[in-house]
């Protein structure tokens, strides 16, 4: 059983340099406006669905490369030097894809801009896992994705409303707020762990990770769960679109964008109020066990847009599966750091990010593909796919667990 400190104890216990981070991911999550508001850009312009997939997939292509050099490199070099370097490169390709109108141009920027992203994403993993103890770490990865949750729904609620307006500061309100986090991290964040030459290379990590069948399970589960969450930048936007809802809100009259934004910021509403709480819960079981029923509901959730209807039907559908992302996401961060050798958080953070990416660059592309040819596949598809993600989990992750520890005593870190 877990120790039974409130969960207001145990978030005092957290280091400093945790709030850091945290108010960092908060900034540069609530200023990602171009990424979920591409697709719908690009069909503006008047680009085919398939255009419009190479686009969006060359942000996975991008973080799918990085994934591998940021995890080597957090592990050389220390994660603050990943995380600035990163963001900074970041800010300057996403600015640079607004003046970006043909379709080679925007792949370029768009796969760069994926790269510098997944460049400095297995530095903060490794970092949490560094500077907590295992005990609080389930606690410490659900409040970073409550920050990073909180700021896209935020975020992706006022970017509903410029993308209408102001497309121009739709691209430089994302790239200041990722700039804004490098500073941060430069000014404010430990370096963390650094290694050697010798313990930092990639041929050391690849022969353990060989032969490491809960990671492999966990990164398949992980895989199928990605190729569903890409749909929302890409499919999931249309979809909505396409059912032409119109809601009239205290006055005012929201258009299907701005609709999209709000069942965003739905998802990122019920992650900031719901998961903390549910991870007090959910750490009491079997942590294997927690992440299928996870992978189960986020397929479920996206299946049920098959399902005829308006605003009700998309909001059930969207609760769903964040329920199931609220149980999986934060247990798998927390799984992937208790069995990575500390030597190799960075690249084992780094691995099964590049599940994540790899799915980044083929899920809007089959998702795309399958939206326009019948919409109604894509949808059961994903239910598949949660089904997939689970049963092979279930059979293949079996054996080690992330087993809480014995009670202690919390003290505040400094």
Known sequence: MPPNHSLATELRALPRAFWVLFAGTFINRFGSFVYPFLTILLHRRGFPYGEIGLAVGSFGLG??????????????????????????AQAAFMMSLYWAHTLPLIILLTTLA??????????????????VPAHLRLRAYSALRLAGNAGFAFGTATGGFLVSRSTFWLFAGDALTTAFYGCLALF??????????????????????RGDRHFWALGAAHFCAAVIFTQFASSYSLEVIGRAIIVHVFGFRLAAEQVFGMLIGWNGV?????????TRVTQ????????????????????????????????????????????????????????????????????????????????PQVGLWLYGAQPTLLWLGCGVLGIIGSLTL?????????????????????
């Open 63 to 88: 973080n799918l490369l990085a994934s591998f050099a940021g995890g080597w490199f957090a592990d050389r070099f220390g994660r603050r030097n990943s995380i600035v370097l990163g963001s900074f």
């Open 114 to 131: 994926g790269f510098a992203g997944g460049f400095f994403q297995p530095a903060s993993g490794a970092l949490i896992a560094d500077l």
């Open 188 to 209: 404010m964040l430990p370096h963390g762990l650094r290694h050697t030459q010798e313990q930092a290379r990639w041929s050391e990590a690849l022969r353990q990770l």
């Open 270 to 278: 019920l992650v900031m109020s719901c998961e903390l709480p549910l």
């Open 284 to 363: 009491r079981f079997q942590p294997r066990r927690v992440m299928c029923l996870g992978y189960l509901l986020i397929g479920g959730g996206f299946a049920l847009n098959a399902a005829p209807g308006g605003l009700v039907m998309l909001f059930s559908g969207m609760t769903l599966f964040t329920l199931g992302e609220m149980m999986a996401i934060p247990m798998s961060s927390a799984w992937i750091a208790r069995i990575a050798p500390e030597s190799m958080r960075g690249r084992y953070i780094g691995a099964l990010a590049t599940m994540w990416a790899a799915a980044s660059v083929l899920g």
């Open 394 to 414: 279930w059979h293949f992750g079996d054996g080690e667990t992330i087993s809480a520890p014995a009670p202690v005593a919390i003290d505040p870190i400094p």
